[in-house]
Each structure stands twice: as structure tokens, then as C-alpha cells.
């Protein structure tokens, strides 16, 4: 009952996130076209530090699981774990949620990057980013771990924001540039995330 719950849940999420953005996909072509190979290889490197950081936090017992083992007795991503299994609906699935990466990046870079230009804020907001994602099911060390790519956005966002100030923009033209930025960053590195576990369906 709980699994189709959180099946339920995930196509509603989808659904709504479709829904919302409609009429507005132009959004997902301009966000892709502020991307630079740079961010790409950033991404890359972020995601290995991730892994790195996970290696090691998983070493204390009670860091390794997240409460979606419960149900499936693996590790896995909310929004991943109701189509495991199952290529034939997986594949279709992940390919939606690859355009609506932008939208969902967008939205959490408004929450956790807007405005945060000292750095103590810019930690507890990195922190906080990382372990938002707890309600997501994956294993609390790689919640605590996700605050390094929470770094990352908050960096680019910082220097996208200071840049606009410097040209003369208003602060809150400059959270946008900045908002914008980070999202760009956040959105490649959902989209990498995403093409690894696609490879690893066909391995």
C-alpha cells in the first residue's frame, strides 16, 4: 500500500511540475544555452567529491541508510525506487524528468542561493540544501555530503551576483543573474546524475 503511495506521490509531483511550466519551456532551451563546458567538468569533479565524502560517512553504521530501506529494503531515490526494475517504464520516466530538471533546479536555487553573499549564511544554506534531501529517502550520509554541491551553486550564484553589482544592477537584479547562474550549474549536474543512472540500467 505505502509503495503505491509513493508511486501515486512521484506522478503527481511530475504531473504538477508539467502542468505549472506548460506554457513556459522556453525557459529549459535558455537555461541550457548559459551552459559552458567548464561547468560541465565542475560538475564532474563535484559529483567525485560527493562520492568521495559518501565513501567515507558511510563508515558510521547509522549514516548509511535513509528511511526508504525500510520499504525496499535497498537505498534508493523516492523518485527513482516506484519504476526500479522495470526498463520499459524507467527509461521514459527518467527522459521527463531530464527536462524538468531546470524547473525543479530553479526552484530549490530560489530557496537556498537567493541572497546568501557571506559565508556563514552560504554554509548554513549549503548544509540545510544537503539535508533537505532526506525527505527524498537516500542515505543521510549522502544528505550531509550534497552540502558540497550545495557549495558549489552558492559559489557560482556569489560570483554571477557580485559581477552584476559590479555592472552597475540593482540587488535584486542581480539575485536573478545570480539565480539564474546557479541554476544553470545545478541543472547540469541533475542532468549528469540522471545519465548515470541510465548507463547504469544498460550495464
Not at 562520492?51 to 541508510?65: D, P, R
Amino acid at each position: 500500500m505505502l509503495k503505491i503511495v509513493i508511486i501515486v506521490a512521484v506522478v503527481l509531483s511530475l504531473a504538477t511540475t508539467i502542468w505549472n511550466h506548460r506554457s513556459d519551456f522556453s525557459f529549459f532551451k535558455l537555461v541550457w544555452s548559459n551552459v559552458k563546458f567548464k561547468v560541465i567538468l565542475e560538475c564532474i569533479a563535484v559529483i567525485l567529491l560527493i562520492l568521495t565524502a559518501v565513501y567515507f560517512l558511510n563508515q558510521i553504521e547509522f549514516l548509511s541508510h535513509g528511511w526508504i530501506y525500510l520499504i525496499y529494503g535497498k537505498d534508493q531515490n523516492i523518485l527513482f525506487a516506484p519504476f526500479s526494475g522495470n526498463n520499459i517504464v524507467y527509461v521514459p520516466f527518467l527522459i521527463i524528468l531530464f527536462f524538468l530538471l531546470p524547473f525543479w533546479a530553479h526552484e530549490e536555487e530560489k530557496v537556498f542561493r537567493s541572497k546568501a553573499i557571506r559565508w556563514p549564511k552560504i554554509f548554513l544554506m549549503s548544509l540545510s540544501f544537503g539535508l533537505v534531501h532526506t525527505i527524498m529517502g537516500i542515505p543521510l550520509s549522502v544528505c550531509i555530503a550534497l552540502s558540497i554541491a550545495g557549495l558549489y551553486f552558492a559559489y557560482k550564484y556569489r560570483i554571477k551576483y557580485l559581477s552584476s553589482i559590479e555592472q552597475g544592477n540593482t540587488i535584486e537584479q542581480a539575485d536573478l543573474d545570480g539565480i539564474f547562474e546557479s541554476t544553470s550549474a545545478h541543472t547540469v549536474y541533475n542532468s549528469i546524475i540522471v545519465g548515470i543512472v541510465i548507463l547504469f540500467l544498460f550495464l
